[in-house]
């Protein structure tokens, strides 16, 4: 159905929580370039198994260094073209108006005062493994594991947060900078944690002329610029 | 006392009926389709008349004008509905003991009679799938009867049911309306059945009630003749037992101007009885013949003679103020030179008058050929 | 349990259940029964309405109830989220009110499950009690049942078959029940971690599918279990209404 | 031609059924619960017998020793159930000539003339739902006519239909057997219609069949009083018409040793005739009357008389070589010094003696009282 | 279309779809369409071979429709992915032989929907036949008609309202599918991306509110449009079916 001619979109699986970002740089890059792009948008680890199973995607940008991993090993994409567009970081979030804490168990306690912290799924979601790592790094995990309410994904840590279900939070910075109902509390020093990157590749099977222009532009300063006007980070891009 | 006048619309039919009865049997007569099921359905409250009123005794079950409508279950009416309507997940003993334990009616009769009536004693476990057409009418037969009612509705309840069975049934239905009084509407095609158990006739005819009426004088009206089955018509005559012979196993009946012999062996010295005779049972004499098997041989005088095209006459003769029916060949009424006011004999067969008991403190009648 | 040879014991460590496994099973048993229990009654009510009345807002009831089937799975965990969640307007009153809190607990998941496997019973009660012929429940008053009693008696017993039914796909449903669980209260072992979402969670790692592998065997046989055992009860039910042909 | 030898379990009820019959109406008689609508079904190959054979005309439905089990489907039997099944999402039309569009049964019967003949011009278009009882039974009857069967099935096929339409169908059922020969399977709880219509009467009591034979020899039989109800009992007599009679609508049957007259209007002279004789319209007298509308009196001989308890006793005449039975009162008997070998006058109103015609080219019977 | 003022302005562009909504609103429809085409002859097959015989391996085949319900969606999905995928045997074989090809185009949604929506549909299918009195196939029979056409013309017939049911059961479910959809085709827009999906894209970032509101309102909708067709079509099946009840 797709026609294999040159005519056909290019194909970007993306993780569904670069959504707002890669449809603004697609935006961009289609007016300039005028070829059409086409997204898929889903967890990391979907994508990354469809990309496995040979799904049409020309570029696959993962919110994870594990998933990307694992489709390298699976021959799934081009090793050589695996590369970060772009950073993040975590923060603890807590309804508009919350005083700032500090990242200590007592503070946090206080805060939760017997409720749950909301973070994304610690097993499942990369941004629940990153927190879990900076809790564990900051010797905070052991009082707070029982009191965690893991999430499918990162916009229900928000809503539950803004709407005051949870206390806090446990986001990443792009995730609390869009929304105005929650304040950061605190953030995670860089080191606690490892590093938070978003990789793209392109696939092994992908065969459209344009996909490495594609990824050559977001790491191009338009892309760049757009990223970090989303809260992402991207200075320490290469 | 059941006391009808509705009008309603079902389906394509457009139902008017008016009758009223003084309670006993009333009996519902009338062609496939003429509406008998949706009268009976509005009496039980299942249909709504537009208009009019349902009385059963002294209580109003229904008055479009007085804004009355008891729901079907206030209306205490034991329905024998014309398809069974057994409960398919119950086993017959708790459809028959239904209304008791569901109905919360207590009810006045004993199961086992009823079972024992019906012959359900080895049928009590079984599901109603597993029954035969007629086991299930039985069942539904016994379902209503313990339903403790005030009235009961009957459509054709005898309909699959082989003559043996049904000469079990037709005297408890008539002992339950004479002992218990509870009334009965009783829908039937049979006018044997009729005849032997009513005492009210309602005729029904495309959605009307043309005529009702004691069963004896409806019986007698020859205007009804398609309604009612004209080879069935015949005479009521009423009279009171003035010996019982054990010996040949007669009852006498005096009949006022006559004394009639009739087969029976549950009559006792003054008892009121009523016999129907059937036309086509009367014979009649220009002489008193003799030596014949003929048992009740009497004077009556011709009232009427209806001869009818074809080969039928049809006398009507008194005898004191009772009127009798034969149903003779036209041929003979010519041989016989028949003319209204000739003085002539009646003869009946005594094997071919049924006996019919009425009034409250009669002892049951019993198994008569009919 | 019995003695195990020791090339078997590969095979034996397959076979046996870890903690963690145990724990989701039972949490799962917990969560579907709970929702079942709750929302079978419900559902027969509402079906039942639905069938024999003709009320204005029939078609709205109907619409609502069939409304967890149409939207993604998510959508309804959110919106359980924004009304029983604890700042959620009816959460905070039966918190308030009753002590009874949904938030991030089994009783969640109990909810969840029982919002999302609401339509699929209304349906096939629903066709049973259309199937029912409204006559008997009519000779049950005749003979003096009042309503409600016709209800339980005739109409409820004759319609068991399609309620059995209806409660089977409710259970299956509640035992894989996963997107509006795990949104409305999230993904706690212990707590809200059923079967279904331990099996998500093991296929959201790379490493994870020997894992999944395993809960689709468990959960795969908690159905199988389930449904073997429906099967007898409706036999058995069918036999005991002979058909429901009279 | 019909030759059933079969048994097998059905639900409690141990069936082992064994008769045949030449043809014509073969009818099943017996109880409720005895097992007539078992034995249907396995006729129809709805209910799989254990052991036996059935045979109709020269086709094998069932032999369980040679491995022949035909399907319902491929048997051809028309079979009008007792309860109608009727296809409640079909119009009545549809339902009539539901063997025809499904079935692929051209059939040779024209729709009109069933329609006709059942009075369901009016409901074609409606659902069986909306049907009364007798409608929808008479639906069900319209089906198996129209379906070509080559064996007709009918259980209690006309239960909850008046005389008047009973007396229109049977006559049908009758030249459907005797013109287009397609035999029939009647189950009846009427003697009335089992001996109107039926060449062949088979007893079942019990799932057994007791007896079974020509339908003439069956009513005179003694030892089935229980199965048939004695008060029905009499006797069919063959004859021949000798004379019509218009002016008085009389046709005129000698039977050999006497000429019975019998309201008639559709006999021509020539004519074989059956006519049914039922012992309670027989009397007797000891020396021949005068002066009686009774047009009926021969002489006769007495071959047996039992008396039994009660009332009645029966009396078996000889009037040639046929056999003419008589119920009377044992007083009577006694009166009349009755005695076997004695010759008696036999007398017999016309009125009461019903006519069945018999014989492929003869005209339909009409409709005459019973 | 009408002339419409000003100040309607806003309301108007609300209610006016986009062509992305469009889009997703037309394939969803196109999916739920083809997936209920497809599965639903082959549910009631299965249904009447449930409920009508009783054959060796009765009950693995109805433990297998009703798998898809029991398993989270993406494990479903997974499966599916592996099976029907490019490189799955199933996929491959009909990929090769007769170029079908389900892999991450609208025809693999539709696939999905309908294995999801397979167990939803067979049950009150099945109840259904099971509640049509087999006398009357009986008496079909005994006329002349032969096994498939008394099936066709009597038992058919008086199960449609159960057929309708499982139906509408199915295409709601067909048209909410959300999980085993995204994880089978991905989320391409035009060609896998349905109104859940859709949603669900636009939950993911908080910017997508207003857009997840007007999707929901779409789904609702259309389901609505659905539900209300099918209670019409129902209660006209139910007085030509006269209830049922002869
Ligand atoms: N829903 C309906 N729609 C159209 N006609 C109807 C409906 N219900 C009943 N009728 C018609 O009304 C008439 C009376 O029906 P009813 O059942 O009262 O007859 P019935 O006297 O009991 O007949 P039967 O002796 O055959 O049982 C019938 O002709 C029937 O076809
Ligand atoms: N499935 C069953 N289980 C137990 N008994 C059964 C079953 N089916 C039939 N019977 C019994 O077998 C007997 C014969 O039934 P059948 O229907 O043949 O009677 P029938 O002669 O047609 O009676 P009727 O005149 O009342 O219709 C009945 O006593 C019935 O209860
Ligand atoms: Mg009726
Ligand atoms: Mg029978």
Redesign the interface.
């Known amino acids: ?2 026609p294999a001619t040159a005519q056909a979109p290019l ?1 970007v ?1 993306a993780a ?2 670069m ?2 970002a890669m449809e603004r740089i697609g935006t961009v890059f289609e007016k300039e370039t005028g070829v059409e792009i ?6 990391t ?6 990309v496995e ?5 020309d570029v696959f940008v993962s919110a994870d260094i ?2 990307m ?2 489709a390298e090993d699976q021959g799934a994409v081009r090793p050589e073209t695996v590369h970060p567009i772009a950073s993040n970081a975590l923060v603890l979030i807590g309804a508009r108006e919350t005083l700032p804490l500090e990242l200590k168990s007592a503070e946090l306690e206080k805060a939760l005062g017997g ?2 912290m ?1 973070i994304a ?1 610690t ?3 990369p941004a629940g493994r990153y927190g879990k790592a900076a809790l564990e790094s900051l010797g905070l995990w052991q009082s707070v594991a029982t009191q ?6 990162v ?2 840590v ?3 947060v803004a ?3 949870t206390p806090l939070g446990l986001v990443y910075q792009t ?1 609390a900078a ?2 105005p109902a929650v304040s950061v509390l605190a953030e995670f020093p860089e080191g606690t944690h490892p590093k938070i990157e978003y990789l793209a590749a392109l696939t092994t099977e992908g065969d459209h002329p344009d996909a490495t222009a594609f990824l050559e532009f977001l790491r191009q300063q338009q892309a760049r610029d757009i990223l970090r006007s989303l809260g992402f980070l991207t200075d320490k891009m290469k | 006392m059941l006391d009808v006048d509705i009008s309603g619309q079902v389906g394509s039919l457009d139902l008017e009926a008016k009758f009223a009865s003084d309670g006993g049997v009333t009996s519902l007569f009338g062609q496939s389709g003429s509406g008998k099921t949706s009268l009976t359905n509005m009496i039980a409250g299942l249909i709504t008349p537009s208009s009019g009123h349902i009385r059963v005794n002294d209580t109003t079950l229904f008055d479009a004008a007085g804004g009355v409508n008891l729901p079907v279950q206030a209306r205490r009416i034991g329905h024998v509905f014309q398809d069974a309507r057994l409960f398919p997940h119950l086993s017959v003993k708790s459809n028959l003991t239904y209304a008791r334990w569901a109905g919360r009616r207590p009810g006045s009769r004993d199961l086992d009679e009823v079972v024992d009536l019906l012959g359900l004693g080895t049928l009590l476990d079984r599901k109603p799938e597993t029954l035969s057409g007629g086991e299930k009418q039985r069942v539904a037969i016994g379902r209503a009867l313990l339903s403790d009612p005030r009235l009961l509705i009957m459509d054709e309840p005898l309909a699959n049911l082989d003559q043996a069975r049904r000469n079990d049934i037709l005297p408890y239905l008539d002992r339950l309306c004479v002992e218990v009084g509870i009334p009965i509407l009783y829908v039937s095609h049979s006018i044997e059945e009729v005849a032997r158990l009513s005492n009210t006739l309602v005729i029904l005819s495309e959605g009307r009630t043309p005529a009702f009426g004691p069963v004896a004088d409806m019986l007698a009206r020859t205007d009804l003749g398609r309604a009612t089955g004209r080879h069935e018509a015949g005479a009521l005559i009423e009279g009171k037992v003035v010996q019982v012979d054990d010996v040949w196993g007669l009852t006498l009946v005096d009949i006022g101007d006559a004394v009639l012999q009739i087969p029976d062996m549950a009559a006792k010295p003054g008892d009121a009885v009523r016999l129907r005779i059937r036309a086509r049972d009367v014979s009649l004499a220009a002489i008193p013949p003799r030596g014949l098997s003929i048992r009740n041989a009497f004077d009556a005088k011709i009232k009427s003679i209806s001869e009818e095209t074809g080969p039928y006459a049809e006398i009507l003769c008194s005898v004191g103020d009772q009127l009798i029916r034969a149903r003779i060949t036209r041929a003979s009424v010519a041989d016989l030179d028949l003319f209204t006011g000739k003085t002539v004999t009646v003869l009946i067969k005594s094997v071919a008058i049924d006996r019919r008991q009425r009034g409250p403190a009669l002892p049951l009648s019993t198994d008569v050929p009919v | 349990m019995w003695p195990i040879e020791t090339t078997d014991r590969a095979r034996v460590d397959f076979f046996d259940l870890q903690p963690a496994e145990w724990q989701a099973l039972l949490l799962t048993l917990r969560v579907a029964t709970a929702a079942l229990a709750v929302a079978l009654p419900l559902a027969v009510l509402t079906a039942y309405l639905l069938a024999r009345y003709r009320f204005p807002g029939h078609g709205i009831v109907n619409a609502l109830v069939h409304l967890p089937l149409v939207l993604p799975p998510v959508v309804t965990g959110y919106v359980l989220l924004l009304t029983f969640g604890r700042k959620g307007p009816v959460g905070e009153f039966l918190d308030n009110v009753f002590g009874i809190s949904f938030a991030f607990n089994w009783t969640g998941a109990a909810l969840a499950a029982g919002v999302m496997s609401f339509p699929l019973m209304v349906r096939p009660i629903r066709l049973s009690f259309e199937a029912v012929n409204p006559k008997l429940e009519e000779a049950a008053k005749s003979l003096g049942a009042h309503r409600l009693v016709a209800f339980l008696t005739v109409t409820l017993p004759l319609a068991l078959p399609g309620i059995l039914g209806g409660a089977i796909l409710g259970f299956a449903k509640a035992m894989g029940e996963f997107g509006a669980t795990i949104t409305f209260v999230s993904n706690i072992p212990g707590e809200t971690r059923t079967l279904a979402l331990a099996l998500y969670t093991a296929t959201q790692t790379p490493s994870g599918d020997l894992a999944a592998f395993r809960l689709t065997l468990i959960a795969a046989f908690v159905a199988f279990a389930a449904l073997i055992a429906s099967e007898v009860l409706a036999r058995r039910l069918r036999a005991r209404l002979g058909g429901g042909h009279a």
């Open positions: 159905l797709i194909t699986f569904a929580s959504r707002e086409v997204f898929s948008f889903a967890g680890g979907t994508l990354a198994r469809q199973a040979g799904a049409p995607a594990n998933w991993t694992y409720a749950r909301a799924d097993d499942t979601v965690l309410a893991p999430m499918e994904n916009r229900i928000l809503a539950s709407r005051g279900d995730d869009i929304e």
